[in-house]
């Protein structure tokens, strides 16, 4: 069926704001369940037959599937029993890292349980990212105040690490987990701002950007003596 431009444009602005419904229609394919009875009240479903077994036509038309077809993730906190889950995908994230496929100019820090232990005693908070149960990442949080200036002279959340599986890139999981953590630092209603760091050589800034980063200050660096000088990038985002 040949579609007109018109008609084209009536069918993906009705997905507009439409992200919650697209997740529950993936949770439900994911469990095996009729995913269309999350279509209801959606414009232009009597153009497409109906199964028998389906509460509404199957009609995805329009959709942006790639960028919000995706599980609910939620945060859990994270114990001393899930060290070494952690330790296994930041390496795997700074593994894959890096648009040389598992190459990279700069020396990877080789991250084991013994180091993730050691952070836990330091304050550093872990949680990890879950979809149907199953971890696809992780998100580790300090409470810092080296850049309180940045923060109206408060400590701040600092994301010290947002890591997710190779096999979850580019689907916009990163930016869910990002979102879940962002609604519990304003339940928690500890810290008014977030920060974070970033290499600006990863060509990451307008992606931190679309979610409501700022670029605040940006330092010369070279870690450790003899690896290349990149850019650091300090960024924040207030919360409250």
Same mark, same amino acid.
């Given at each position: ?15 507009? %704001?439409?992200?919650?419904?697209? &997740? ?7 469990? $095996? ?29 329009? #959709? ?6 995706? @599980? ?12 070494? +889950? ?15 496929? %598992?190459?990279? @100019? ?10 993730? $232990? ?14 149907? $149960?199953?971890?696809? $990442?992780?998100? &580790?949080?300090?409470? #810092? ?9 408060? @400590? ?46 990863? +060509? ?21 003596? +003899?690896? @290349? #000088? ?11």
């Amino acid at each position: 069926m040949l579609l007109d431009r018109k008609k084209i444009e009536a069918l993906q602005k009705r997905w507009e %704001g439409q992200e919650n419904r697209l &997740q529950k229609v993936a949770d439900a394919i994911m469990k $095996g369940e009729d995913w269309t009875a999350y279509l209801d009240g959606l414009p232009y479903l009597d153009e497409v037959p109906k199964l028998d077994c389906d509460k509404n036509p199957r009609d995805l038309r329009g #959709a942006n599937l790639r960028r919000y077809l995706m @599980p609910t993730t939620t945060l859990e906190a994270a114990t001393v029993a899930d060290i070494a +889950g952690i330790a296994y995908i930041m390496r795997e994230s700074n593994r894959n890292n890096t648009p040389l496929r %598992g190459v990279s @100019p700069f020396p990877l820090p080789l991250i084991n349980a013994d180091d993730i $232990g050691l952070m836990m005693e330091k304050g550093s908070r872990f949680f990890l990212a879950l979809q149907l $149960g199953k971890v696809i $990442g992780i998100v &580790q949080v300090d409470s #810092a105040s080296e850049f309180k200036h940045l923060a109206e002279e408060k @400590p701040y959340y600092e994301i010290s690490n947002l890591s997710v599986l190779p096999a979850y890139r580019h689907l916009g999981v990163a930016r869910s987990v990002l979102h879940e953590f962002e609604k519990l630092a304003r339940s928690e209603a500890k810290h008014g701002f977030i920060l974070l760091r970033t290499v600006m050589e990863h +060509g990451l800034l307008s992606y931190w950007e679309r979610a409501g980063y700022h670029l605040c200050e940006v330092y010369q660096k070279q870690q450790p003596k +003899g690896a @290349p #000088a990149f850019m650091e990038a300090i960024m924040t985002k207030k919360i409250s």
